[in-house]
């Protein structure tokens, strides 16, 4: 009866597609830069960067929510910055999969001063999306007997005309940020454009085929260095889909205990969802982060098991030769 249940709850969000959200989303949005915004490829210091991320959601439901993402970016001399990304949600007794893989572009050639730290950055991405499901996993209301329950051998008269489909998805967004070293105050703000191509949900009867809705996002925030050995970075993120749409502020602190050691620690609200506490840990390059949803909704209220964790992993490779007196003030959490 629980794998009906979620069949069936699966189901529901495949045919509510088309009026609400139904991409995948992470609370440390900041460590997969190609999902918020193509723009954001390669704004970072260093040559390149190699992130991955991990997030486990609604416990309370057998074979919950799960998602994946690996991201890679590397910048170049010639105004243009180069990207590819990965993810994949697995959810539901059903097998469902939803998967992306992208390509992203950022032109960096815009610059407000001739040092290059104040620039608007246009950025484009192109890929495909895969969505999949098992129909063998499901258990079906004619293939139960009152008497002896289900019978995996029994033929079911619902069938499925597709249980795949992998189409060309594309977006677009821009930033703009300074990241001149020694202010006080380094402001940066974007807005991106998702599933442009709208591709249609393959899973849909009827004369008029559901598409996947665009998502817009806008997000922005501060970094307020405060001191020599500490930062403060107040952030807010927008983002609607359809019918949905997801408002989260924040704030996260950035403390130097050493040249190649800091502490990172901070917390999001989700409005109407989630309060979000951060931690992480700076080290030689590589960042470490772990953050946990802790539900605040009515939904929170009465079903147990839906808060979320998210796990973080990030390496940037610094440029072999920095100029004297260069430090690139990285526009992104």
């Given amino acids: 009866m629980k794998r009906l249940i979620a069949a069936c709850f699966f189901a529901a969000i495949i045919q509510l597609s088309a009026n609400a959200q139904v991409d995948p989303h992470f609370s440390q949005y900041y460590v ?135 189409v060309f998805d594309a977006g677009a967004g821009l930033v703009y940020y300074d990241a001149a070293p020694g202010k006080k105050a380094n402001i940066f703000a974007g ?55 997801e408002k989260m502020i924040g704030a996260y602190g950035q403390i130097k205990t050493s040249d190649v050691f800091d502490f990172l620690v901070g917390v999001n609200y989700r409005f109407k969802d989630a309060v979000v506490p951060f931690a992480g840990l700076y080290y030689k390059n590589m960042t470490l982060g772990f953050s946990y949803d802790a539900n605040t909704s009515d939904l929170g209220k009465n079903v147990s098991s839906v808060n979320s964790f998210e796990l973080s992993l990030s390496y940037t490779f610094k440029r072999s030769k920095e100029p004297a007196g260069r430090n690139f003030i990285c526009p992104r959490l």
């Fill in 32 to 166: 997969y830069p190609s999902w918020i915004n193509p723009a954001l490829t390669g704004a970072i210091d260093g040559d390149y960067r190699i992130s991955g991320i991990y997030r486990n959601q609604w416990n309370s439901v057998d074979n919950a929510f799960s998602t994946a993402g690996l991201s890679a970016d590397v910048v170049t001399n010639k105004n243009v910055n180069f990207g590819a990304s990965v993810m994949q949600q697995k959810a539901g007794s059903g097998g469902y999969k939803y998967s992306t893989g992208y390509l992203s572009i950022a032109y960096t050639g815009i610059r407000f001063d001739a040092e290059g730290y104040k620039r608007l950055v246009f950025g484009v991405q192109a890929g495909v999306v895969d969505r999949r499901f098992d129909r063998t996993k499901f258990q079906m209301g004619d293939q139960w007997n009152p008497i002896t329950g289900y019978n995996p051998s029994t033929a079911t008269v619902d069938q499925f005309p597709k249980t795949s489909s992998t």
């Fill in 191 to 245: 807005f991106s454009a998702s599933h442009l191509t709208q591709p249609e949900d393959p899973f849909t009867n009827g004369i008029v085929k559901s598409k996947l809705p665009v998502r817009y996002t806008v997000h922005g925030g501060v970094k307020l260095n405060l001191s020599e050995n500490f930062n403060l970075v107040p952030n807010a993120l927008y983002l609607r889909q359809g019918t949905a749409e």
